[in-house]
């Protein structure tokens, strides 16, 4: 076994910073591997891409997640404590209450309130009003979460509450005060959740039994014991901040669905052509840049050594751009998605691999499903995207679009 190629410098975290999304796949391509190894935030890493690196990544006897995210994305993003750090049973254990709560089969539940919740804002618009399509619908998507979870929110408190799911998702890559923000964010909005899971279990208030609150707030653990509360704050959460992520595909669909007016008619009437749209747009939009797991023990991968112990770092932007992967990879090509296809260790942006025994996202469905309502409310509306071009800053993570579009209804 040979040890992969090394990045010459002492640590690469700055170049990381630096570079953005780029920062694995610009590695890769310049050594001619799938792997290579550097230092991330003083720890050795491994970063590894290409046809076959998401199968390694999300194979559980090979790696784990416990004490894997840094610091600044666990004060963000994240939380401490919450189900993305866990392994084995206890992950499994509770993936599945939030796999009940969140499968397929909950879309009857939340459907109907994206609806009506987006139709109410919809109600003050007239021709001409230029409209933030993503602040509006990150309000859109956090109202709608906390009525879905059973989360008590008065009016007086939306638009602070939603500013601060808001600033946790935006704060995962940022640096200095964006950072910062976020930290504030996730501090207050835990401090929120604290009291509401506290008022829930001293039965204060009474959600009702099925609803996401009662269920995560009278959660037993594998051993039968209710969560800490500042967990159980963490994992509310959970339900209602990441669906704050959805809005940034949205400026890209307006954006593709204004440039293209057959797609546009397509994605309005035909469900398979809408189907393949948003699974494109989940690839194409840069948001999710790479994950990180922790070896368990020395791994062999083709052909090179990773020792037991360090960081496993998967490039998913660069997956989502490799020729290897996806034919024609830097195009925006809705229909390579038509017919059956498997990309359980291809379409990453929102994890791969199995729901149940791994980290996959368990709001896929949920996302999936609000990308496809947003997608046929665009197509069905009449709009100008202002400025019409605009492109992804690939230096600031989540990436938006630069300039900063908006659309002017008509
Ligand atoms: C996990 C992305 C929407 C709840 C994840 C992971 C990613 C992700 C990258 C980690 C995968 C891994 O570690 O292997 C996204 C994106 C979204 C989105 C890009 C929207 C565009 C949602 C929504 C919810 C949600 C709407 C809840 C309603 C979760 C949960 C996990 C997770 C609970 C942890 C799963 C686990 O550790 O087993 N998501 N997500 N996500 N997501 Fe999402």
């Known amino acids: 076994m040979k040890?992969?190629?090394?990045?010459?410098?002492?640590?690469?975290?700055?170049a990381l910073a630096w570079e953005g999304y780029r920062f694995a796949s610009n590695r890769l391509r310049r050594f001619g591997t799938d792997a290579f190894s550097c230092r991330l935030m003083m720890k050795k890493a491994v970063c590894i891409g290409g046809p076959a690196a998401a199968a390694l990544f999300y194979d559980s006897g090979s790696v784990e997640r416990k004490d894997v995210a840094p610091g600044r994305i666990e004060k963000t993003l994240l939380g401490q404590g919450g189900i993305h750090g866990l392994d084995g049973l206890a992950?499994?254990?509770?993936?599945?209450?939030?796999?009940?709560?969140?499968?397929?089969?909950?879309?009857?539940?939340?459907?109907?309130?994206?609806?009506?919740?987006?139709?109410?804002?919809?109600?003050?618009?007239?021709?001409?009003?230029?409209?933030?399509?993503f602040s509006e619908a990150q309000t859109v998507l956090f109202r709608t979460m906390c009525e879905w979870a059973g989360i008590p929110l008065g009016p007086r408190e939306t638009q602070q509450r939603a500013a601060d799911a808001a600033a946790m998702v935006d704060a995962f890559g940022g640096?200095?005060?964006?950072?910062?923000?976020?930290?504030?964010?996730?501090?207050?909005?835990?401090?929120?959740?604290?009291?509401?899971?506290?008022?829930?279990?001293?039965?204060?208030?009474?959600?009702?039994?099925t609803s996401a609150l009662a269920r995560i707030a009278n959660f037993r653990d594998v051993d039968g014991n209710l969560l800490p509360a500042e967990v159980t704050a963490v994992e509310l959460l959970?339900?209602?901040?990441?669906?704050?992520?959805?809005?940034?595909?949205?400026?890209?669909?307006?954006?593709?669905?204004?440039?293209?007016?057959?797609?546009?008619?397509?994605?309005?009437?035909?469900?398979?052509?809408?189907d393949c749209f948003v699974q494109e747009l989940r690839r194409f939009?840069?948001?999710?840049?790479?994950?990180?797991?922790?070896?368990?023990?020395?791994?062999?991968?083709?052909?090179?050594?990773?020792?037991?112990?360090?960081?496993?770092?998967?490039?998913?932007?660069?997956?989502?751009?490799?020729?290897?992967?996806?034919?024609?990879?830097?195009a925006f090509a809705p229909l390579r998605f038509q017919g059956v296809g498997d990309y359980r260790f291809s379409l990453?942006?929102?994890?791969?691999?199995?729901?149940?025994?791994?980290?996959?996202?368990?709001?896929?469905?949920?996302?999936?499903?609000?990308?496809?309502?947003?997608?046929?409310?665009?197509?069905?509306?009449?709009?100008?995207?202002?400025?019409?071009?605009?492109?992804f800053?690939?230096?600031?993570i989540p990436s938006r679009l630069i300039p900063p579009v908006a659309l002017r209804l008509g």
């Open 285 to 330: 939009c840069p948001f999710t840049p790479f994950l990180g797991a922790r070896s368990r023990r020395e791994i062999a991968w083709q052909g090179f050594r990773i020792p037991s112990d360090t960081l496993v770092v998967l490039d998913v932007y660069g997956i989502h751009r490799d020729e290897r992967v996806w034919q024609n990879a830097a």
């Open 393 to 396: 800053s690939l230096t600031r």
């Open 91 to 133: 992950h499994r254990h509770r993936k599945e209450m939030y796999l009940e709560l969140m499968g397929p089969q909950s879309l009857s539940s939340f459907t109907p309130i994206l609806v009506r919740t987006w139709r109410e804002a919809a109600a003050s618009w007239q021709p001409g009003t230029r409209l933030n399509l």
């Open 348 to 391: 990453l942006q929102q994890g791969g691999g199995d729901h149940l025994s791994g980290h996959r996202c368990a709001g896929e469905w949920f996302t999936i499903e609000a990308l496809k309502f947003f997608s046929r409310e665009l197509a069905r509306m009449p709009y100008a995207v202002i400025p019409a071009s605009s492109s």
């Open 238 to 274: 959970n339900v209602i901040r990441p669906a704050l992520a959805i809005p940034y595909f949205l400026d890209l669909a307006a954006l593709k669905l204004s440039e293209i007016s057959e797609m546009r008619d397509q994605v309005a009437s035909n469900d398979e052509m809408l």
């Open 3 to 14: 040890e992969p190629p090394r990045d010459p410098f002492p640590d690469s975290t700055v």
């Open 175 to 209: 640096i200095a005060w964006r950072n910062w923000k976020g930290r504030f964010a996730r501090r207050r909005s835990e401090r929120w959740m604290h009291g509401i899971v506290s008022a829930t279990r001293d039965r204060t208030s009474a959600p009702s039994p």
